[in-house]
């Protein structure tokens, strides 16, 4: 069974977007003329077994942002999964929101590596990919040139919607995202406040903020999945944003319901 939940693990990351979550340092609010970086840690879980970790550092100054991220097997999922996903991106800050300059996306499993380097036009408009492979369009559904205009990156949407978060306005929205591999309409709503309580000793505790997210492909997904969910719903997809450290939001916890049990992101309060 973990090996199955290992396979779906690595899928829902490529095709959900989950990693744009795992990887999210959610750092919102940047104060005026401040230039600091920022390092956060997420274990992802199926019960008690452990599956997989992710790093990001993100390094913000005035107008701009870069990351880097890493997400690797641990665990029992690592002693059979040969698996690791990378990501970069510059972005900067408009009057419009956050607006992507650059996404380099690799990932490697087993002797399989992929990599895609999209680069977006000046006034973000128009986005060019240069991928190796090619999508093999037996496998997946084609990219068209106009599902590459118009886009945005999903690390910056989420940018966007915690500085939503951080002014008070509610967790509402649709987006059309495109990541160099899958186009996308990334949808968010508003489902209220809890409190959480750790169930891990590294897990947070506290007041936090719910958002339902569904990601509706458009282009680049896969022509069969035998666990794609024909009528997703904004409680498949959780993610809980607080601010553990006493200074910026961020997802602490996601939560992603699958026909096989539930997968558990929980930010590590103790990295």
């Given at each position: 069974m973990i090996r199955l939940v290992g396979k779906q693990y690595i899928s829902t990351c490529h095709r959900l977007y989950v990693m744009v979550l795992v990887l999210m340092a959610g750092i919102a609010g940047q104060p005026a003329g401040a230039s600091d970086g920022y390092q956060v840690r997420y274990l992802?879980?199926?019960?008690?077994?452990?599956l997989g970790i992710s790093e990001a550092v993100w390094q913000f100054d005035d107008t701009s942002v870069t990351m880097r991220g890493t997400s690797k097997?641990?665990?029992?999922?690592?002693?059979?999964?040969?698996?690791?996903?990378?990501?970069?991106?510059r972005?900067?800050?408009?009057?419009?929101?956050?607006r992507p300059d650059r996404l380099d996306l690799s990932s490697r499993d087993g002797d399989e590596i992929r990599d895609a380097s999209?680069?977006?036009?000046?006034?973000?408009?128009?986005?060019?990919?240069?991928r190796n492979p090619e999508i093999d369009e037996d496998i997946y559904f084609p990219l068209t040139d106009e599902m590459m205009r118009d886009v945005t990156a999903p690390f910056t949407v989420?940018?966007?919607?915690?500085?939503?978060?951080?002014?008070?306005?509610?967790?509402e929205g649709t987006f059309e995202i495109y990541d160099g591999w899958r186009r996308a309409s990334l949808s968010f709503a508003d489902l209220g406040t809890t409190t959480l309580t750790a169930d891990r000793p590294f897990g947070y505790s506290g007041e936090a903020q719910i958002c339902g997210i569904i990601s509706e492909p458009v282009g680049g997904h896969r022509r069969k999945s035998r666990f794609r969910n024909n009528e997703p719903e904004f409680d498949d997809i959780k993610a809980y944003i607080a601010a553990p450290f006493d200074a910026r939001l961020m997802p602490v916890r996601i939560e992603i319901d699958l026909p096989i049990g539930s997968l558990i992101v929980r930010l590590d309060t103790d990295s």
């Open positions: 992802v879980q199926w019960g008690n077994f452990n097997p641990r665990g029992a999922f690592s002693a059979f999964a040969d698996f690791e996903g990378m990501v970069e991106l972005a900067r800050k408009t009057q419009a929101g956050w999209s680069v977006w036009s000046e006034d973000g408009k128009q986005v060019r990919t240069t989420m940018l966007d919607m915690l500085d939503r978060l951080e002014a008070g306005q509610p967790c």
